[in-house]
């Protein structure tokens, strides 16, 4: 599953990336649930590089 670190700065490009909608802001950064299926689509589009594989 993918994480969302701290670098995150919340441009919010991921969440409409993510096929099965894991991805909601939360506090400060956005982060990824479990329903999460390491697509890697976040990654992809990720400015920052936040999401990570863990
Ligand atoms: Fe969604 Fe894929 Fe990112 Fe997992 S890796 S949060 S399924 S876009
Ligand atoms: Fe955060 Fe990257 Fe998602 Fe933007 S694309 S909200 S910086 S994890």
Request: glycine fraction near 10%; charged fraction near 15%; charge should be negative.
């Amino acid at each position: 599953m993918y994480v969302i670190k701290d670098s995150c700065i919340s441009c919010g490009a991921c969440e409409a990336e993510c096929p099965v909608g894991a991805i909601s802001a939360g506090d400060g950064i956005y982060v990824i649930s479990s329903e999460c299926i390491d697509c890697g689509a976040c990654a992809n589009v990720c400015p920052v590089d936040a999401p990570q594989a863990e």
